[in-house]
């Protein structure tokens, strides 16, 4: 077990929790690897029905360790730093995008380059007042990585991006929550009692459903109408054939709450 990620399943919930407070839980590569494995068990395993990515101390991630990286022995040539980005940050940030059960970041303080976009790709997300949402790349003259560019414009638009991206500035999460970033902001000692609460509703939700919804609202941004409705109608489809459905219409006409196993 790596203390650096910690990992508990309960009532339904993975919870993965990045432990380096230290330094502002910036991402390593083996935390790197052990959340992209937490998030590919959470889908494969039938048991979990909800995921909260969440960190340590006063910082949810302050980006990729750059420590963590040893300078090259040899001159890099062209495709090295394209492989590491592929390999690395974006292959986080899919595996976040990818995970088949809701995802949720509870945002415990300062989320800044690849750390804000951890956040960002989540399917929901609380933030404690004291978070904020930092696009560090131009501070270190860098080209935004982790699925930043493909991200933001998506949830606020290009020009609001390009303010963000372009100057670097902190981001408080009650502007972020303003501007569409944020689900919810909550007081500081509130964020663990309302991810759990939010968490363990979606864990007690129809799993496929919300699978399946998940896929259909992602892809509607990158797609034209027929093809959207086209997923629609298939979603519809196979969701219709699991026992969550049929349970649901069940209690419709029989006047009850539903009672959903994930199935």
């Known amino acids: 077990m790596d203390p650096q990620v910690l990992h ?18 910036a991402v390593t590569w083996t935390q790197r690897e052990r959340v992209i494995e937490l998030l590919e068990e959470a889908s494969a395993t039938h048991a979990v029905r909800a995921v909260v990515l ?8 302050a980006g990729a360790d750059l420590r963590d990286t040893p300078p090259p022995t040899t001159p890099r ?14 292959r986080l940030i899919a595996a976040v995008l990818d995970c088949e059960k809701p995802v949720l970041a509870a945002v415990n303080g300062t989320a800044a380059g690849l750390g804000a976009h951890l956040a960002l790709a989540c399917d929901l997300v609380l933030a404690a007042e004291s978070a904020r949402f930092i696009e560090v790349f131009v501070r270190r003259g860098l080209v935004p990585d982790g699925g930043g560019a493909y991200l933001l414009p998506r949830l606020i638009g290009p020009q ?6 372009f100057f670097g500035d902190a981001l408080p999460a009650t502007e972020a ?10 007081p500081d000692a509130d964020l663990p009692k309302r991810a759990r609460e939010w968490a363990e509703r979606l864990a007690t939700g129809p799993t496929r459903a919300l699978s399946l919804t998940k ?26 054939n699991t026992l969550d459905a049929n349970e ?6 029989e006047r009850r709450p539903p ?5």
């Not at 969440?54 to 991630?61: E, I, L, N, R």
């Open 8 to 25: 508990t399943t309960e009532n339904n919930v993975s919870w993965i929790t990045l432990n380096r407070p230290e330094v502002m839980n």
């Open 54 to 61: 969440t960190a340590t101390g006063k910082g949810f991630c």
């Open 77 to 90: 040539v062209t495709g090295d730093v394209s492989r590491t980005i592929r390999q690395g940050a974006q």
């Open 160 to 165: 609001r991006t390009k303010e963000l991206m």
């Open 177 to 186: 929550e303003r501007m569409g970033l944020v689900n919810r902001v909550v």
């Open 215 to 240: 896929r259909l609202v992602d892809a509607s941004l990158s797609t034209d109408r027929a093809t959207a409705f086209a997923a629609e109608a298939a979603a519809q489809e196979l969701n219709m």
């Open 248 to 253: 649901g219409v069940a209690s419709f006409r």
């Open 259 to 263: 009672r959903f196993g994930g199935h």
